[in-house]
């Protein structure tokens, strides 16, 4: 039996809304509920000034694997989201090959996720056969492999009827849509958020049209079939006012916001900065400042870390030739003590945004209840992000070489 006593440590859990110094005994991840004998505790750890919080969910990250291994595996990134404190990792459908449009394949990437990189994978299944848009997958498959949830990703539709026909298929096996809106033929093969900095560089844009226009007319077909649906990775401060209107419309849907987007503007793509090329793009300040508000309203639900890795080629390109992505397990919690630190939550508010909401947003509450470990964060640690520090196996972010505070210390979980 091996037992962690952490003294003086301020306990955040959203799960009985408790926040509250204590010294607490761990065991295989899990808090005992009563004090244990002094013989069977093997660690003791100083908690002062220290948090302690449920392992995270995220609902957006690509790990690379199958078939973009040079990028990433499940062993690299399982390793850096467990190190970071995100033990359930959701990952879009839209791997090269696919094979989430095939249920028995999808069981094997779950086992092979909790074997080589100790983390719970919950795979978000095709939308339509190998994502070609014109012929729904096989759906009452992927929800006997497991999934429980399906998406097109960034996969565009042959038209707007088999967007409708998965919408009303998904509906019947009670499965969860997921968007990620984006209107294909206002955005085209735009790179970066329509402004002044884009323009100065002559870089091809995607408006934030092509944002909201998707989300306006999928709502619209989610009011007729009545299909669960989570607008995934927000950019824009118009999408916010569309999905609380949805909300107060009783629609079913919720939404999230990747972390970066609450943090970074398409100022960084000045000089032609290539690591700072994502999708969707960097938006504008005053953007970034209307999802910080529509987060901490509620109206978008839960943060994710829209991690993906990628390889130092990738990103060796002209900034519209290189491949968008921001390598982002290792800078979550620093990037959400600082929302604590401007006073935009209390760390009990921060932590539920990525733990308890996300599980309620995925259907998995009871599950997570299960399984979750817990986390120790130093919200004063200062660190400098760099290709040694940073533990995925993609460094492509444009944080190298800043200093940042706060880290994820230690991962208790079985």
């Known amino acids: ?105 999808i069981h094997g990437l779950v086992e092979k996720a909790k074997l080589d990189g100790g983390i719970h994978l919950q795979v978000i299944g095709a939308q339509t056969q190998g994502l070609n848009g014109k012929q729904p997958a096989n759906m009452a498959g992927l929800k006997k492999g497991g999934c429980t949830s399906v998406s097109n990703a960034y996969a565009t539709f042959e038209d707007d009827d088999v967007v409708l026909r998965t919408l009303e298929y998904a509906a019947g096996l009670d499965m969860t849509v997921v968007f990620y809106p984006e209107e294909h033929q206002i955005a085209k093969d735009g790179c970066v958020h329509e402004g002044f900095i884009a323009s100065r560089q002559g870089l091809p844009m995607i408006p934030a049209l092509a944002e909201t226009i998707a989300i306006a007319k999928y709502l619209l077909m989610i009011e007729v079939t009545g299909v669960r649906a989570h607008f995934g990775l927000l950019s824009c401060g118009a999408s916010v006012e569309l999905i609380q209107n949805a909300k107060a419309k009783g629609l079913p849907v919720t939404a999230d916001v990747a972390m970066h987007q609450l943090h970074l503007t398409e100022q960084l793509i000045d000089g032609f900065n290539s690591l700072a090329h994502v999708r969707p793009p960097l938006r504008a300040e005053q953007d970034k400042e209307l999802l910080r508000q529509g987060v901490k309203d509620g109206v978008i639900d839960a943060i994710c870390t829209h991690h993906e890795p990628l390889s130092g080629s990738a990103k060796l390109a002209p900034f519209a030739e290189t491949l968008p992505g921001i390598t982002a397990f290792d800078t979550y919690v620093s990037f959400g003590a600082q929302l604590v630190k401007e006073g935009l939550f209390e760390p009990l508010e921060w932590v539920e945004k990525v733990t308890l909401a996300p599980a309620r947003v995925a259907n998995m509450t009871q599950r997570w209840e299960k399984e979750f470990g817990w986390v120790l964060v130093d919200p004063d640690l200062e660190w400098t992000v760099s290709k040694d520090s940073i533990i995925s196996q993609g460094k492509n972010t444009p944080l190298i070489n800043h200093t940042m505070t706060g880290k994820v210390i230690h991962t208790f979980a079985a």
């Open 1 to 105: 039996m091996s037992i962690v006593k952490i003294e003086n440590v301020r306990v955040l859990d959203p799960i009985n809304k408790t926040d509250s110094v204590q010294t607490v005994y761990l065991e295989n991840g899990k808090l005992l509920a009563s004090q244990p004998d002094q013989s069977q505790i093997t660690d003791n750890i100083d908690g002062q000034g220290k948090w302690l919080m449920p392992t995270m969910v995220d609902l957006c990250a690509r790990l690379r694997e199958p078939g973009q291994q040079q990028h990433g595996t499940l062993k690299s990134e399982g390793k850096a989201a467990r190190e970071n404190g995100i033990l359930h990792v959701f990952t879009p459908p839209d791997s090269q090959p696919i094979v989430q449009d095939n249920g028995a394949l």
